[in-house]
């Protein structure tokens, strides 16, 4: 497969498999553009027969061409992807696994036909309890958990529970272009899943198979890792993003002029929309509230901002976001032992002069 173009723009975390983060203007837009969005792949770049394979406990076993997707309905619609492990780097200890800092988070428009409507063409069968998905992608993985031997050649496997993969209101994806174009090979060139709301573990990239399942999936991408890992509670899976808001505008580190400064920012959350996002420069505790804007669409991230008065000086500037669950970020992220889930409140230094 060749190289994707435009990894340039990105702060790399690991050359091969390539991961990188967004640089901090692909968090500035409404969405972010293709060579801005972050990249985590757990193999190298795949070769990809061109076709999709649905099968198991199905009553019409399928092959499918990009073409084949592309003459069922198409949905176009912006999402959010984080990974699980965004933040790591913030926790203490430092937990195993990629330190990401907080950029593999990006927003892009993805264009594809509905999973459910695949599923439906398969028609599943009544003792179906999981839709089992793999990656064309595999290897040795570095950090193979006691579920398999340390030199087995693994695939990307992810499963989904089958009612929510068959629920088109779900707006599941199986998307072939990425803002408008064909998929890239680091985003999962010919087609991948986009699962709204959940950490993008769950999107598997260079999608290959789907299997209809009649008992729980387990596997090391399932239940090896992206699991949280509590020291003090029994363990539960990745699913969901967190809420979580970031600044954008000063950028960390910035020096700006003193007087009326508009701070700008983004918020997400995988339960529901933000409902309210609090400014503090203070240790006090005092949250002033930023204006929100309504979202764009149901799975993207929403602007917020405030006016601020900026004084000669070192300000620390924090943003805590709150949405319609009820769900606020904490002060300190939540440490487990593989660091996923980190949506403590950013801390972001600026002087003012
Ligand atoms: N096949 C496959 N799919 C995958 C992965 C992978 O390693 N292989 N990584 C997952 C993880 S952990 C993340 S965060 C997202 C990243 O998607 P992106 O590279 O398009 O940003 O892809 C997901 N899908
Ligand atoms: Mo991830």
Redesign the pocket.
């Known amino acids: 497969m060749t190289i994707t173009r435009n990894r340039a723009s990105l702060t790399m975390i690991k050359d091969e ?1 390539f991961n990188a983060e967004a640089p901090h203007s692909g968090l500035a837009g409404h969405t972010t553009p293709t060579e801005l ?7 190298a770049l795949p070769d990809h027969g061109g076709t999709l394979t649905v099968g198991g406990a199905v009553d019409r076993p399928l092959t499918l061409t990009v073409d084949d997707l592309r003459s069922l309905p198409a949905v176009t619609q912006a999402v959010t ?5 965004n933040g790591r780097l913030d926790m203490r200890p430092l937990p195993t696994g990629e330190p990401w800092g907080g950029y ?1 988070v ?1 927003t892009a428009v993805w264009t594809g036909a509905r999973l459910a409507d695949v599923l439906s063409q398969a028609g599943p069968r009544a003792d179906g309890v999981e839709l089992r998905c793999q ?3 595999h290897g040795k993985y570095h950090l193979a958990s006691v579920l398999e031997p340390a030199d087995a050649d693994l695939s ?1 496997v ?1 499963s989904l529970a089958l009612p929510h993969a068959s629920d088109p209101a779900a707006d599941i994806l199986i998307a072939y272009e990425m803002n408008g174009e064909p998929l890239q090979p ?3 060139a010919p087609f ?1 899943l986009v699962v709204p709301h959940w ?9 290959e198979r789907l299997d209809v399942i009649t008992e729980p999936f387990t596997g090391e ?1 399932q239940t090896g890792h ?1 699991v949280y890992q509590w020291p003090d509670r029994p363990s539960e899976p990745v699913t969901l993003m967190r809420i979580r808001a970031r600044i954008t505008d000063p950028q960390p580190g910035a020096f700006i002029p003193a007087g009326t400064h508009m701070i700008h920012g983004k918020a997400w959350s995988g339960a529901g929309p933000i409902t309210e996002v609090g400014l503090s420069f203070t240790g006090e505790s005092e949250w002033a509230p930023a204006t929100v804007e309504p979202p764009r669409g149901p799975y993207q991230w929403q602007d917020w901002s405030f006016r601020w008065e900026a004084t000669p000086g070192r300000h620390s500037i924090r943003a805590r976001a709150r949405d319609a669950a009820g769900n606020v970020q904490p002060e300190v992220p939540p440490w487990n032992r593989l660091g996923y889930g980190n949506n403590a409140v950013e801390l972001s230094y600026v002087e003012v002069r």
């Open positions: 498999p969005h972050y990249v985590r792949s757990n193999f992807l984080e990974c699980a492990g593999a990006s990656g064309a992608d990307f992810r680091d985003h999962g991948r950490y993008a573990v769950a999107s598997v990239k260079w999608l991408f992206y």
